[in-house]
């Protein structure tokens, strides 16, 4: 099925030109194009029609997409600019080489090792973002590009969080994000914080070495009540021979109270890096770029096999 927006497919808009459409949802289009000006490659993002109508968002999206734009990391997205043409708005951003690791998960297994080191990399990207006062709110494969290298980028960054007021202004009690990868306290319409991305990173490097999901349920209602109540499926149950360190360290970043999660992606990352290098310290190399300390092997944890900090 078309989206409404293909049609711009060979049209411009601003300095750039559309080649073809390579993404769609609800938030609108994803179009391969070229700047005109700048004789690059890149991507442009352009909000579905409808979300124009709502001068109040409008306004808020682009004070949030020029402050994302502040964002200069190895392992994000790089927004060039917002702007508006022709009645659309849209923002230009890095043209990643690659597929999301969602499309990656569909036509292939992921070994431990690789699917950690992406989880690495997103984790260092988010430590960067939560520095900068900017929260996710929807980490998930889709939202995680994976290049022709092996980099990891996050797209979306500023986004979420306007496009869920927009609906929540429209459907009353709506909440935004994938179900399966949403915290507790983003179903029940709390402010979040950090944390919140932290056990979406959790149920993604689940669903990367299991493809499926540590809280079930046929309907999103249940999902949550699952979530919200700690009814996890143990990873051990979908991989009997997982380590018992390595279930410990991702059941503990999806315990429902988040007080009791790691309290930040830098020391998320330093248990999954802690992991590799006692296991194996030739694992060094799928370490990426953190501040040289939290590459030190950490004291093998005591932790029982229980979802308990």
Not at 16 to 45: D, N, P
Not at 241 to 255: A, C, G, K, N, Y
């Amino acid at each position: 099925m078309k989206s409404k927006l293909k049609e711009l497919e060979g049209t411009s808009l601003g300095d750039c030109r559309l080649i073809k459409e390579i993404g769609a949802g609800g938030m609108g289009s994803v179009f391969q194009a070229e700047h005109t000006t700048l004789k690059m490659k890149v991507a442009v993002k352009v909000l579905a029609p409808h979300f124009s109508s709502d001068n109040e968002f409008i306004i808020r999206f682009y004070r949030e997409a020029r402050h994302t734009a502040r964002l200069e990391h190895p392992n994000i997205v790089r927004i060039f600019g917002v702007h508006e043409d022709k009645g659309y708005h849209f923002i230009v951003m890095t043209y990643i080489d690659g597929a999301s690791l969602g499309d990656f998960l569909e036509k292939t297994v992921l070994s431990e090792k690789n699917a950690i080191s992406y989880m690495l990399q997103t984790l260092a990207g988010l430590d960067y973002a939560h520095k900068e006062d900017i929260i996710h709110r929807d980490i998930k494969p889709a939202n995680l590009m994976l290049t022709s290298k092996g980099e990891v980028k996050i797209t979306d960054f500023g986004l979420v969080r306007h496009i869920q007021r927009a609906r929540e202004l429209t459907q009353e009690g709506s909440t935004l994000g994938t179900p399966s990868f949403m915290s507790p306290e983003q179903w029940e319409n709390v402010e979040v914080d950090n944390r919140s991305d932290i056990f979406a990173v959790g149920v993604t490097l689940y669903n990367l070495l299991t493809k499926e999901y540590p809280y079930e349920g046929e309907t999103p209602v249940l999902v949550y009540r699952n979530a919200s109540e700690g009814n996890i499926v143990p990873l051990s149950h979908r991989i009997p021979d997982i380590s018992q360190d390595l279930e410990d360290i991702i059941h503990r970043v999806l315990i429902p109270d988040r007080n009791h999660r790691y309290s930040t992606a830098y020391e998320f990352a330093a248990k999954l890096k802690g992991y590799l290098l006692r296991i194996s310290p030739d694992n060094k190399k799928f370490l990426p770029f953190f501040p040289p300390d939290i590459l030190k092997p950490l004291p093998r944890a005591k932790t029982k096999r229980a979802l308990i900090a």
